[in-house]
């Protein structure tokens, strides 16, 4: 039931378990990789319901190193992956995985769920939801301003989504189209960061989706956008996948 709901959102939507064990048997068998040979770095929001809702599939990896931040946004920038990629297993693989989030609850309501221990819904991503009040109120920070030291990251958010303010003020579902357009930013960046690092290893596993958030008791789904398999040495593009 909730699976359908999500599905109306995000058609290629997964319980998030689901989806990190066909991931890591799909890198098994064209690889011959086990989770322990691999180093994950994370690019998701550091929204404690991203750890609440995370799949235990996915601890059998190594790590993770967190690259993110506020809805995912790869903050560390490249002296965090660079830092990461050094970490990889010689003859093991590196996984970066980045998703911006986004809640659905169950009576089907976008950008909200109910959390643990309470009793009305709150909004998630809050960061998120927080940019498009702002887009929406002529508040959103501007990016020809000096950035406050103390919100750095919600401003670089913000500077992402008044740039795309046309698009996601006329879509049928704002908040959607501000996810879809974080999560364009952050595959942008990821990219550029991956090709300017030196990794260990022997792979280069590039992973993007949406994370979408359910209400407490159901937990979280995955709506997979990029599985890239590449070179650790040469970057090439070995392999790109569905689940
Ligand atoms: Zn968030």
Do not use: W
């Not at 992956?81 to 998703?99: L, N, S, T, W």
């Not at 792979?203 to 590449?230: C, E, P, T, W």
Request: glycine share 8%.
């Amino acid at each position: 039931m909730i699976l359908q709901t999500i599905q109306q959102h995000y058609p290629a939507a997964l319980p998030s378990s689901i989806f990190a064990a066909k991931s890591l048997a799909l890198v098994k068998e064209k690889y011959g990789l086990p989770p322990e040979q691999i180093l994950l770095a994370n690019s998701m929001c550091s929204d404690d319901v991203n750890n609440i809702e995370y799949p235990q599939e996915a601890r059998a990896m190594l790590g993770p190193f967190n690259l993110g931040g506020l809805n995912g946004y790869p903050f560390t920038g490249i002296t965090g992956m660079a830092a990461f990629a050094k970490h990889v297993p010689d003859e093991g693989a590196a996984m970066v995985f980045f998703a911006p989030h986004i809640g659905i609850s169950e009576d089907g309501s976008v950008g909200k769920i109910l959390r643990v221990g309470q009793h009305n819904t709150s909004s998630c991503c809050g960061a998120m939801v927080l940019a498009l009040s702002r887009l929406q109120d002529g508040t959103i920070y501007q990016p020809n301003n000096a950035k406050n030291p103390l919100d750095y990251q919600q401003q670089t958010l913000e500077e992402i989504v008044v740039q795309e303010k046309e698009a996601i003020l006329t879509a049928v579902n704002p908040i959607k189209e501000a996810t879809e357009k974080v999560y364009e930013a952050t595959a942008n960046t990821i990219n550029a960061l991956v090709k300017n690092t030196v990794f260990t290893g022997k792979y280069i596993i590039v992973m993007g989706a949406i994370i979408i958030n359910s209400d407490r008791q159901h937990g979280s789904f995955l709506a997979l956008r990029k599985f890239d398999v590449l070179d650790a040495n040469t970057k090439a593009l070995l392999g790109s996948y569905t689940l």
